[in-house]
């Protein structure tokens, strides 16, 4: 499979903290991206990063990309309750470039 | 600018009995996406068309999986007939460049519950 993986596959944390997510993938990757999924709802492209990228902001993510490792987190700073919701990473592995997704983390973000 | 479309939003069937799902992408969006999301896990790929033809439908489930892109622009995804391990939300995506790794927009999917 070339399915991503994400780590851990949940995650609780208090407002304010921060909340690391991993993911590790099996093939060359042009590129790797961050979605999240609210709950019954569809995905949100969050960032993406490049195979020539190591590191990338937007807000308060934080995305870095280890090609030597297969590897990839995600970093929310200062996370909020409405950060609430799964996470996904996904890469455009395959030939027709459609992305294929992890099975996501959890994260809880408690007031 | 307008989001990827599709309908229904729920459906509930009966085992054995078929289902249609329609999406319509974003204008000038050539790339389209089935994905079948299985409750607790990611997104998979059923298939992607590139206008209206077949780029990759390896995980389709071709005895009882249908897709089509007549024209190139909206999409129907048909189960016929449907199992219990059915039950799932269907997302349908677009994107403008896939090679580029930008562009995909997902729809809200349809949860199909098969009882």
């Known amino acids: 499979s070339q399915q991503g993986e994400e780590d851990p596959q949940a995650l609780s944390i208090q407002e304010g903290e921060n909340a690391t997510m991993n993911c590790s993938y099996k093939?060359?990757?042009?590129?790797l991206q961050w979605y999240r999924q609210n709950s019954g709802r569809g995905l949100v492209h969050l960032i993406l990063i490049r195979s020539n990228e190591r590191e990338k902001h937007s807000g308060r993510l934080r995305v870095t990309l280890d090609t030597s490792k297969k590897s990839s987190s995600l970093l929310i700073t200062a996370s909020r309750a409405a950060d609430t919701a799964s996470y996904f990473c996904?890469?455009?592995?395959?030939?027709?470039?459609?992305?294929?997704f992890g099975k996501g983390t959890s994260l809880l973000v408690t007031p | 600018e307008a989001g990827v479309a599709q309908s229904p939003r729920y459906k509930i069937i009966e085992k054995r009995q078929s289902v249609a799902f329609w999406c319509n992408p974003i204008s000038g969006h050539a790339t389209l996406y089935w994905y079948q999301q299985i409750l607790g896990q990611g997104p998979k790929l059923l298939i992607q068309f590139q206008n209206n033809g077949v780029v990759d439908d390896s995980q389709l489930p071709k005895d009882r999986f249908s897709a089509e892109r007549l024209k190139g622009v909206d999409s129907t995804l048909k189960i016929q007939p449907a199992k219990l391990e059915d039950s799932a939300v269907y997302l349908c995506?677009?994107?403008?460049?896939?090679?580029?790794?930008?562009?995909?927009?997902f729809g809200s999917g349809t949860r199909l519950t098969v009882v």
């Open positions: 093939t060359s990757i042009n590129n």
């Open positions: 995506a677009s994107s403008l460049s896939p090679g580029q790794g930008w562009g995909y927009t």
């Open positions: 996904a890469n455009g592995a395959n030939s027709g470039y459609a992305l294929n």
